[in-house]
């Protein structure tokens, strides 16, 4: 069983950065891979980074490529979505995902945070 907070959501302008934190509990965080993924108003839940259980292996949404980076912590149960260059379509809420699957790491796990707003003001 994990549990999932997210924070670091927020309203920022375009072109600004934010950093999104998930803190995990349950002592078997480390052998989950984690993921993010965002639901814009009115629109389906989309994929946006994944990490490995190691950190070893990263993926991304191909068009979010070069701008968001994640990480992750495993000694302190975190990971991390650093987001640059947002944009008002990255507007969204941002869920934490942990057990993701799949080849690319694109399928969701069964464990989810509440989600934190990201708002990108033009």
């Known amino acids: 069983q994990v549990q999932l907070v997210e924070s670091g959501g927020g309203l920022v302008q375009a072109g600004g950065s934010l950093r999104l934190s998930c803190l995990a509990s349950?002592?078997?965080?480390?052998?989950?891979?984690m993921g993010w993924f965002r639901q814009a108003p009115e629109k389906e839940r989309e994929f946006v980074s994944a990490?490995?259980?190691?950190?070893?292996?990263?993926y991304y949404a191909d068009s979010l490529k070069g701008r968001f980076t994640i990480s992750r912590d495993n000694a302190k149960n975190m990971v991390y979505l650093q987001m640059n260059s947002l944009k008002p379509e990255d507007t969204a809420v941002y869920y934490c995902?942990?057990?993701?699957?799949?080849?690319?790491?694109?399928?969701?796990?069964?464990?989810w945070g509440q989600g934190t707003q990201v708002i990108v003001s033009s």
């Open positions: 349950g002592r078997t965080f480390s052998s989950y891979a």
């Open positions: 995902n942990a057990g993701v699957t799949g080849r690319l790491l694109r399928n969701p796990g069964d464990y």
């Open positions: 990490i490995s259980w190691t950190g070893g292996r990263t």
